[in-house]
């Protein structure tokens, strides 16, 4: 965490402190004093492509067979859609366009971010200090500004939003989709949610907002978590959120908002103790990205006195907001290969799922042959045991077991079935066919 300060502390000043602060000298420079909605247009005109001019079409296609026909069916043999929320797949969702997810506490600044990345407002907008947003809004590229309803946009078959579905009214209620014309939306959809709340409050959501969440997380390309400056606290809820994004963390970008609020001694204190948080909360030895900005409305009553008329901090943000607006620029010049990187990363899911299935209904099967006592009992042993399953389960078919799901959600799935044994014996045929997949297919589709 020194080191983290030390860092910080470097790029307050202006000094150099790492790599990242600033562009290589092969990149075009900068100007600073640009709003962010001329700066995202100068990228776009040097190095970002319009997603409509990319040839993709076969990479997209090919993919979407394979899972056609290497995934899915051993996905509805082994009933991989109880166990997994959102599982199921469509054709849209192989050639969408590239999805950016922000989540985040409440009044953390999330609705004035996306309006600072269009450069004006979008239909349904609304900010306050307040939890304004109250349900999730896809904004979408459209030649006319105009509100579409989540029962709509969930009906398409052609839309990347159509499982959805499955979490209901409830949810379709609280759910819609809004289009504007602003040049970043031809590249990229931006997905606004409701700010996390605290207490007893979260739980009385009409739908399972952390369902919704991982449905979101999965097929998105980027997750940005924010944080307000001034409200750094991580709530249990916030905690239980950013756990149904394991599984994710290479997705993940942290942005701490409103920095312009708190002096540079604050702003030092503030990252070190958002790094330690992140760090605990994540489990990971090495906390995602974090950019600092202040994607707010604002005027000089509410920035502090160091702030002004300061060029080095001013530089500062403007390195930040470049790095970050680069990161959205690029993404879908890497969606194939973050297509094809969640196409093997799911089928190594179902893999495993469909094996670890079948190695337990042999334990049921097992237990039949020597005894007349009810399987059902058999059957919740194994589930109280399901730890040490695992691991017997990796060791008999050689399965890693970082890719093995959430101990405690397969259990309560298990739980929901009355005997595995309903479920159809595993036919290895199918995990050959996938393997041929891994091996000599996406190769050859990719070359």
Same mark, same amino acid.
């Given at each position: &965490?020194?080191?983290? %300060?030390? /860092? !910080? $502390?470097?790029?307050?000043?202006?000094?150099?402190?790492?790599?990242? #602060? =600033?562009?290589?000298?092969?990149?075009?420079?900068?100007?600073?004093?640009?709003?962010?909605?001329?700066?995202?247009?100068?990228?776009?005109?040097?190095?970002?492509?319009?997603?409509?001019?990319?040839?993709?079409?076969?990479?997209?296609?090919?993919?979407?067979?394979?899972?056609?026909?290497?995934?899915?069916?051993?996905?509805?043999?082994?009933?991989?859609?109880?166990?997994?929320?959102?599982?199921?797949?469509?054709?849209?969702?192989?050639?969408?366009?590239?999805?950016?997810?922000?989540?985040?506490?409440?009044?953390?600044?999330?609705?004035?971010?996306?309006?600072?990345?269009?450069?004006?407002?979008?239909?349904?907008?609304?900010?306050?200090?307040?939890?304004?947003?109250?349900?999730?809004?896809?904004?979408?590229?459209?030649?006319?500004? &105009?509100?579409?309803? %989540?029962? /709509? !946009? $969930?009906?398409?078959?052609?839309?990347?939003?159509?499982?959805?579905? #499955? =979490?209901?009214?409830?949810?379709?209620?609280?759910?819609?989709?809004?289009?504007?014309?602003?040049?970043?939306?031809?590249?990229?959809?931006?997905?606004?949610?409701?700010?996390?709340?605290?207490?007893?409050?979260?739980?009385?959501?009409?739908?399972?907002?952390?369902?919704?969440?991982?449905?979101?997380?999965?097929?998105?390309?980027?997750?940005?978590?924010?944080?307000?400056?001034?409200?750094?606290?991580?709530?249990?809820?916030?905690?239980?959120?950013?756990?149904?994004?394991?599984?994710?963390?290479?997705?993940?970008?942290?942005?701490?908002?409103?920095?312009?609020?708190?002096?540079?001694?604050?702003?030092?204190?503030?990252?070190?103790?958002?790094?330690?948080?992140?760090?605990?909360?994540?489990?990971?030895?090495?906390?995602?990205?974090?950019?600092?900005?202040?994607?707010?409305?604002?005027?000089?009553?509410?920035?502090?006195?160091?702030?002004?008329?300061?060029?080095?901090?001013?530089?500062?943000?403007?390195?930040?907001?470049?790095?970050?607006?680069?990161?959205?620029?690029?993404?879908?010049?890497?969606?194939?290969?973050?297509?094809?990187?969640?196409?093997?990363?799911?089928?190594?899911?179902?893999?495993?799922?469909?094996?670890?299935?079948?190695?337990?209904?042999?334990?049921?099967?097992?237990?039949?042959?020597?005894?007349?006592?009810?399987?059902?009992?058999?059957?919740?042993?194994?589930?109280?045991?399901?730890?040490?399953?695992?691991?017997?389960?990796?060791?008999?078919?050689?399965?890693?077991?970082?890719?093995?799901?959430?101990?405690?959600?397969?259990?309560?799935?298990?739980?929901?079935?009355?005997?595995?044994?309903?479920?159809?014996?595993?036919?290895?045929?199918?995990?050959?066919?996938?393997?041929?997949?891994?091996?000599?297919?996406?190769?050859?589709?990719?070359?």
């Amino acid at each position: &965490r020194a080191a983290d %300060g030390a /860092a !910080l $502390s470097l790029r307050l000043k202006g000094g150099v402190a790492d790599d990242d #602060d =600033f562009s290589g000298p092969d990149e075009p420079p900068h100007k600073t004093g640009l709003t962010t909605e001329e700066q995202m247009a100068q990228m776009l005109e040097e190095g970002g492509s319009d997603w409509s001019s990319m040839d993709k079409d076969k990479v997209f296609e090919g993919l979407r067979s394979l899972y056609l026909k290497r995934v899915k069916p051993l996905e509805e043999a082994s009933w991989y859609s109880h166990f997994a929320t959102g599982a199921t797949l469509e054709a849209s969702d192989f050639d969408a366009k590239p999805m950016v997810l922000l989540l985040g506490q409440y009044s953390v600044g999330k609705t004035s971010f996306i309006r600072s990345l269009l450069g004006q407002n979008f239909p349904g907008m609304r900010i306050g200090p307040e939890p304004t947003t109250d349900g999730f809004t896809a904004v979408m590229h459209g030649v006319d500004e &105009r509100s579409i309803p %989540g029962h /709509a !946009l $969930s009906m398409q078959k052609d839309s990347p939003f159509h499982g959805l579905s #499955d =979490f209901g009214n409830s949810f379709l209620s609280r759910f819609n989709g809004a289009t504007s014309a602003a040049p970043i939306l031809r590249n990229i959809t931006l997905i606004d949610t409701p700010g996390v709340l605290a207490g007893k409050k979260q739980s009385t959501r009409e739908y399972n907002y952390g369902e919704v969440v991982e449905w979101f997380a999965s097929r998105a390309d980027l997750i940005i978590v924010m944080f307000d400056a001034h409200k750094l606290d991580i709530s249990d809820e916030l905690t239980a959120v950013l756990e149904k994004l394991r599984g994710h963390q290479e997705k993940i970008r942290i942005l701490l908002n409103k920095v312009q609020q708190i002096d540079t001694q604050q702003l030092m204190r503030v990252y070190g103790a958002l790094m330690w948080s992140l760090g605990k909360v994540m489990h990971v030895p090495e906390v995602p990205r974090v950019f600092m900005g202040s994607f707010w409305d604002q005027d000089e009553t509410n920035t502090d006195k160091e702030w002004l008329g300061s060029q080095a901090h001013a530089a500062l943000l403007d390195r930040e907001k470049q790095d970050l607006l680069r990161e959205l620029i690029t993404l879908p010049q890497n969606s194939i290969m973050r297509r094809v990187s969640e196409l093997v990363k799911r089928a190594r899911a179902v893999k495993v799922h469909a094996y670890l299935i079948h190695y337990l209904r042999k334990q049921i099967a097992g237990w039949a042959t020597v005894t007349v006592w009810d399987k059902g009992a058999k059957q919740a042993e194994l589930i109280e045991s399901l730890d040490k399953e695992f691991v017997m389960a990796a060791r008999r078919y050689n399965l890693p077991l970082g890719d093995f799901p959430n101990l405690a959600k397969m259990k309560a799935s298990l739980r929901e079935i009355k005997d595995l044994r309903a479920i159809p014996r595993l036919n290895k045929n199918m995990i050959t066919d996938m393997e041929r997949m891994f091996t000599a297919e996406i190769p050859k589709l990719l070359d």
